[in-house]
């Protein structure tokens, strides 16, 4: 039974790894968290506007800053609207920290459009 053992053994050893070594994963980067509204469009008892809420992707480096893009759906009322944008670069507000603007366009759905303007939230709030 040892025998058995010590051959299974041997033989994980040899098996290649799906794992990635740590000088082969790429690094990751950080993200922003976000939650807005939409501006309020159409008129009369169909005004009205959505929420939405999510996080960015990793980093994209542009220029000498960053930008993330932002994919999401709004809420849901009797219809919903698609955001995808990419933000501004980033805005310093403390030494090491810093947040984006973002200002866009929803899609057309409903026969109409909403427009919005948020910034995210600071990335790594707690670090």
């Known amino acids: 039974m040892n025998k058995e053992l010590n051959e299974k053994e041997k033989l994980k050893k040899e098996e290649p790894s799906n794992k990635k070594k740590a000088s082969e994963e790429s690094v990751q980067t950080h993200v922003h968290e976000f939650l807005a509204s939409t501006k309020l469009a159409e008129e009369g008892d169909d005004r009205h506007n ?3 809420a999510g996080v960015t992707s990793e980093v994209i480096p542009k220029g000498n800053s960053h930008i993330h893009v932002i994919m999401v759906n709004t809420d849901f009322l009797d219809h919903h609207h698609e955001v995808a944008i990419e933000t501004g670069p980033a805005i310093r ?3 090491n920290k ?4 973002v200002k866009g366009i929803t899609t ?3 026969g109409h459009v909403h427009q919005l303007e948020f ?3 600071i990335q790594k709030p707690l670090v």
């Open 93 to 95: 507000v403390s030494e």
């Open 108 to 110: 057309l759905d409903d």
């Open 119 to 121: 910034a995210t939230l």
């Open 98 to 101: 810093h947040v984006h603007f």
């Open 50 to 52: 959505h929420r939405f």
